[in-house]
């Protein structure tokens, strides 16, 4: 018998306000979760593989969390034959992840399909924690003259958790 069943939840909010015709705030939110379950069993004498000829149990899940967030400053303005744009933002994204899974072969009892009925030295147990989190902050200015030239500068900062902490900021223009 083999089951795997996901439920999963996916959404975002965006927020904008103009205070004044040439500044523009913006903030979004995401959102995603999903729990996944798999279940296997191997009644006794229907595995292929010697080692399970008595029996297998295996049960998995993995839960998922992602939020993200932006929030961006825009401000646009024309003085004379100059149109100039600044957009000034910051960024984080959050991910974590537990991984579980316990399985085992050797039933004890015919019938009793339990990780009670494995012998202790083959059932094994595992979770693992993934915990992630990246921040930055970034941005752009624009300059252009007439619509005939055109100036455009940007750059962005990152910091990861996964990189060690000596080095765990990255800039990149």
């Not at 939840?9 to 798999?38: K, P």
Request: negative net charge; aromatic residues 16%; hydrophobic residues 35%.
């Amino acid at each position: 018998e083999l089951t795997d069943n996901v439920d999963r939840f996916t959404g975002g909010i965006n927020a904008s306000l103009d205070l004044t015709e040439w500044f523009n705030i913006l903030y979004r939110v995401g959102y995603d979760t999903y729990l996944s379950e798999a279940y296997t069993y191997i009644a006794p004498g229907g595995a292929v593989t010697e080692i399970y000829q008595d029996g297998r149990l295996s049960k998995s899940s993995s839960d998922y969390e992602f939020i993200t967030s932006n929030l961006m400053l825009n401000f646009e303005k024309s003085l004379g034959d100059f149109d100039l744009n600044l957009l000034l933002g910051q960024t984080s994204e959050n991910t974590s992840r537990v991984l579980r899974t316990n399985w085992g072969y050797g039933f004890s009892t015919a019938g009793t399909i339990s990780f009670a009925n494995i012998v202790d030295d083959t059932k094994f147990f595992t979770e693992r924690n993934i915990l992630k989190r990246l921040v930055g902050v970034f941005g752009e200015f624009r300059a252009s003259y007439k619509s005939i030239a055109y100036l455009t500068v940007t750059g962005r900062n990152d910091w990861s958790s996964t990189l060690p902490i000596e080095n765990r900021s990255y800039f990149y223009p």
